[in-house]
């Protein structure tokens, strides 16, 4: 499952965001530290094609992947220390896979603004935050080195943890998130600072500019506010529409959308955006008793994405039939499907793609 922690400033539109991606009704309060204790909202991701198989399925339940969205308390200079509820905030996006960092780019003088002076800047909110999780990580580091350098020397073994950690710390000592480096680092030592230090610098920032209504559309405003935060992805959402919304059924958000020049909502665009910095896809399971999206990283193997649907599929995995979405429906049926020769039987060696429709073969008594 994906998780995302929503981080940035009190009062930038963090809880709004929240209201509007999750439809609930969360305290969203014009003052600082409206929220306390993290507030979590499970949604569906977005995917048409699941309607779509459970037609041929005699209306089959549909089980679409899920996306988790965690609505922290707001960051304030000086939280690595303890300012504000530093501590207990960096805590709750540790166990996430991203985060997304609201800033501020609307003008209200009615919402009070996160600088005690009375003013905001996208720029200082940014620098704000990414200094406090860079802080956070760095006393992690220092705080796990001296352990690891006692333990390298009773085991030669983890001498390549030893020099990663040395490594992370001279980057972080620098100014730089682990972020921008990640492609840098394998995937095997990625998932140890993970598993070890849950270091959240190294997790992927998507930064969302909660923009007003008339800036959704304003391309020199967005290349601006981009270049703050280049190379990471930035996104350009109205929280304040994304809250009507919810409130509207399908047809009617569709004509509100185009009235704004928009062609997908926020939540579409969050979770599509989050998906790729994540190197993420689905795969699809279909047949009389349900339709479902697995979620799994690009490069799976088909016994690996067994593996997400039970353990036993993967330790047991035999083969994979799989057939193309778009190829089944057209057929009409995956018995017209197979007929005209569109299933194909995979082994172990083959790499999922985004538009697989699988039944995998295994026994469980391997």
Not at 160 to 179: A, C, E, R, V, Y
Not at 297 to 312: F, L
Request: proline letters at 5%; aromatic letters at 6%; a negative charge.
């Amino acid at each position: 499952m994906l998780t995302i922690a929503i981080v940035g400033p009190p009062n930038v539109g963090k809880s709004t965001l929240f209201n509007a991606l999750t439809d609930s009704s969360v305290l969203a309060a014009n003052y600082p530290f409206a929220t306390i204790e993290p507030n979590t909202g499970i949604v569906p991701v977005p995917d048409t094609r699941l309607q779509y198989l459970s037609q041929l399925y005699d209306n089959a339940p549909i089980k679409p992947a899920t996306t988790t969205f965690v609505d922290v308390a707001g960051l304030v200079k000086g939280a690595s220390k303890g300012e504000g509820l530093g501590n207990q905030f960096l805590s709750h996006i540790r166990g996430t896979n991203a985060i997304v960092q609201v800033v501020r780019a609307f003008t209200d003088p009615v919402v009070l603004a996160a600088d005690p002076n009375g003013t905001h800047s996208p720029a200082n909110d940014i620098a704000i935050i990414n200094t406090e999780l860079a802080l956070a990580d760095i006393q992690t580091v220092e705080k796990r080195l001296p352990r690891l350098q006692k333990e390298a020397k009773a085991n030669p073994k983890l001498q390549p943890q030893l020099t990663l950690l040395k490594d992370i710390q001279q980057i972080l000592d620098s100014g730089k998130p682990l972020s921008a480096i990640a492609d840098n680092i394998d995937q095997d030592s990625q998932e140890w600072l993970q598993r070890e230090l849950q270091l959240l610098t190294l997790k992927p920032i998507i930064y969302v500019f909660n923009v007003d209504e008339n800036m959704l559309n304003d391309k020199t405003q967005h290349t601006k506010l981009s270049s703050l935060v280049y190379p990471s992805q930035s996104l350009f959402i109205c929280a304040k529409l994304e809250d009507e919304l919810r409130s509207l059924d399908a047809n009617d958000r569709g004509e509100l959308l185009q009235s704004y020049g928009q062609t997908e909502s926020g939540l579409n665009l969050l979770i599509r955006t989050a998906y790729e910095v994540l190197g993420l896809q689905s795969y699809l399971t279909a047949g009389y008793k349900e339709v479902r999206a697995w979620t799994i990283r690009k490069g799976t193997t088909a016994p690996q994405a067994a593996g997400v649907i039970h353990g036993d599929f993967e330790r047991g995995f035999i083969a994979a039939d799989i057939v193309n979405y778009d190829d089944l429906i057209a057929a009409g049926s995956i018995n017209a499907a197979r007929a005209a020769g569109r299933i194909r039987t995979e082994g172990k060696a083959y790499i999922m793609q985004p538009n697989d429709v699988v039944e995998f073969k295994f026994n469980v008594s391997k």
